[in-house]
C-alpha cells in the first residue's frame, strides 16, 4: 500500500463524483437570496467576473448593505474593462427577479452600476431601469458557485457500513491516521480560504468578527449573525463603547419603547436605559421592513437563546483589542473567553427573563472549541504559523455528532480498535471532510462510491 500524497489527489481521482464536475444550473440547489447576497459581501464568489456582453469587471469595494429600500449595496466600486466606476448593486437569484421584483420601474435602481445573479436566464434577457438605462449584468459561473458553497447532494448518508470498511478494515492504524490527517489539512484549507476572502475583501478585524458571530449562531442562527456582523461591522463599533448593546440588539429588532414593562422589576431600569441609548442611534441603524433578520427562536435550548449569544457578541466587542491580540493564541484565548462575564447576562437567559438561581457562562466550551478549530487555527495554518499544525492536533474531541457518528461508522464499521480514531477534534474535522466529499456526493447507495476503490490501491 503506498503512502497518501495529499487528500487533494484522493479528490482529482474520483472527480466524477466531485462536486465541481460540470452540471447544468438546474441541478444546483441555490439557498436563498438573503444567504447569496451575504455570501457574496464576504468575497467568497471572488471579484473577477464576465459580464454578459463580455466586459470584464472587478469588484473593488462591495460597499455596504442598504438598510432602507433601493439596490441591496450601497457606494460599491467596480472596474469595467479597467475603469472605475461606484454607486449601487444589486444582487438577484435570476435575471428575471429584476422585473419580478419592480426594480424594473423603481426609480431608486436607476443608478445601479451592477446586477449579479446566479442563474443564466433560458431566453435573452436585458437589465433595464425606470429611465431605460441597461445595466450591466453578470452571472456568476457555476463552478464558481459551487466551489464557494460547497454544499453536498445530500443532507445525510444512511447509517450502515460502507464498501469503504473492507479495505480500511485491513489497512495499518499509521495509515489510516495518514488519510485523516490528509482529510483534515484539506478541510483546514478549505475553512481557511472562506475566511481569507472576507479578510481580502474587509480586513482582518472584519473577518475575525464574521467568524465569531457565525460561532456563536451555531446552526440555527449562523446566517442571522453573520447578517448582524456585516451590517454592524466592528469597525463601526469599536469608538461605541458602552453603547455596543444597544447598537446589537437594535439592529436584531428585539428592541421597542415598552420592552422595560415586560420584564422583572429588577430589570426594568437597566431596560429602559438601553433603549434610551438604542433611540439615540436609532435613525441611523434601523433596518426597513424587509430587511430585518430573521431569527430562529424555537427548538433551542435557553442558554442558546439567540438574545444570549448577541449579548456575548456584544461583550467580547467591549474587549476587542484582547480578543483581536488572544485571536492569534488558542490556548489563552480559550482561558480568556471562559472567564467572560456580565453584570446582567451571567444570570439571565433573555432581555425580560428573570434572573437565573445558578450563574451562566457567556460562552460554553464547544463553542470556544469550535471557534479555534473551525476559523482561527484554519487561518493561522494557512498563513504559515509553524506551530499551528501541532496545536491543531492537540485539541481533544468534542461530544461526537451525528454526522460523525455516521462516518465512523461506515468507514470502520465493528473494527476493534475503531475507537482511537475518535480520539481528537482534528480526526471530527477528518470524518466530516470524508463524509461531505465521498458519503454525501454519493447518490447510489454506496455501490458506486470510487472511493473502495482508490483505498484498495494505496
Same mark, same amino acid.
Given at each position: 500500500m503506498e503512502v497518501i500524497q495529499t487528500y487533494e489527489s484522493l479528490l482529482d481521482s474520483v472527480r466524477p463524483l466531485d462536486l465541481l464536475c460540470e452540471k447544468p444550473h438546474s441541478s444546483l440547489s441555490l439557498p436563498d437570496e438573503l444567504e447569496l447576497q451575504a455570501i457574496w459581501f464576504n468575497g467568497q464568489f471572488g471579484r473577477d467576473f464576465v459580464t454578459t456582453c463580455g466586459k470584464k469587471i472587478h469588484i473593488k469595494q462591495f460597499g455596504f448593505w442598504n438598510r432602507s429600500a433601493g439596490p441591496d449595496f450601497l457606494h460599491a466600486a467596480i472596474t469595467v474593462d479597467g475603469e472605475t466606476q461606484a454607486g449601487p448593486l444589486e444582487i438577484d437569484t435570476r435575471p428575471s427577479d429584476w422585473e419580478h421584483h419592480g426594480h424594473d420601474v423603481n426609480p431608486a435602481f436607476n443608478k445601479t452600476i451592477l446586477h449579479v445573479v446566479f442563474e443564466p436566464s433560458p431566453s435573452e434577457h436585458f437589465t433595464r431601469t425606470e429611465n431605460h438605462s441597461e445595466v450591466l449584468k453578470v452571472v456568476v459561473p457555476l463552478a464558481i458557485i459551487q466551489s464557494a458553497l460547497l454544499a453536498p447532494l445530500s443532507a445525510s448518508a444512511p447509517l450502515h457500513m460502507g464498501r469503504c470498511r473492507k479495505p480500511l478494515a485491513h489497512t495499518t492504524v499509521s495509515r489510516v491516521f495518514d488519510l485523516l490527517e490528509q482529510a483534515a489539512k484539506h478541510r483546514c484549507q478549505v475553512k481557511a480560504k472562506r475566511l481569507l476572502a472576507i479578510r481580502e475583501s474587509h480586513g482582518k478585524d472584519q473577518s475575525l468578527w464574521v467568524a465569531l458571530a457565525e460561532t456563536l449562531g451555531y446552526r440555527p442562527n449562523r446566517l442571522p449573525m453573520m447578517l448582524l456582523a456585516q451590517r454592524l461591522p466592528i469597525h463601526e463599533l469599536k469608538t461605541k463603547g458602552e453603547r455596543i448593546p444597544a447598537l446589537i440588539f437594535g439592529i436584531a429588532e428585539f428592541m421597542h419603547p415598552d420592552i422595560h414593562k415586560k420584564a422583572p422589576e429588577e430589570s426594568q431600569q437597566w431596560l429602559e436605559n438601553l433603549w434610551g441609548t438604542w433611540w439615540q442611534d436609532r435613525s441611523k441603524y434601523q433596518l426597513d421592513a424587509g430587511r430585518e433578520i430573521q431569527w430562529i427562536l424555537h427548538g433551542n435550548r435557553p442558554i442558546n437563546h439567540p438574545q444570549r449569544r448577541l449579548a456575548t457578541l456584544g461583550v467580547i466587542a467591549q474587549h476587542w483589542p484582547t480578543f483581536r491580540k488572544f485571536s492569534t493564541q488558542p490556548k489563552a484565548l480559550a482561558e480568556w473567553l471562559s472567564t467572560l462575564k456580565d453584570p446582567f447576562w451571567s444570570s439571565h437567559y433573555t432581555l425580560i427573563?428573570?434572573? @437565573?438561581?445558578?450563574?451562566? @457562562? +457567556?460562552?460554553?466550551?464547544?463553542? &470556544? @472549541?469550535? +471557534? &479555534? &478549530?473551525?476559523? +482561527? +487555527?484554519?487561518?493561522? &495554518?494557512?498563513?504559515?504559523?509553524?506551530?499551528?499544525? @501541532?496545536?491543531?492536533?492537540?485539541?481533544p474531541a468534542p461530544a461526537i455528532n451525528e454526522k460523525v457518528r455516521r462516518a465512523h461508522f461506515r468507514l470502520f464499521g465493528n473494527r476493534e480498535d475503531a475507537q482511537q480514531f475518535l480520539k481528537k477534534s482534528w480526526h471530527h474535522q477528518a470524518l466530516l471532510q470524508i463524509y461531505q466529499d465521498f458519503c454525501l456526493a454519493d447518490t447510489s447507495g454506496c455501490d458506486d462510491c470510487p472511493f473502495p476503490e482508490q483505498l484498495s490501491h494505496f
Open positions: 427573563s428573570k434572573a @437565573s438561581p445558578k450563574k451562566l @457562562s +457567556l460562552i460554553g466550551k464547544d463553542r &470556544i @472549541s469550535d +471557534l &479555534i &478549530i473551525n476559523h +482561527l +487555527l484554519p487561518l493561522k &495554518i494557512a498563513d504559515g504559523d509553524k506551530t499551528a499544525w @501541532s496545536t491543531y492536533q492537540s485539541f
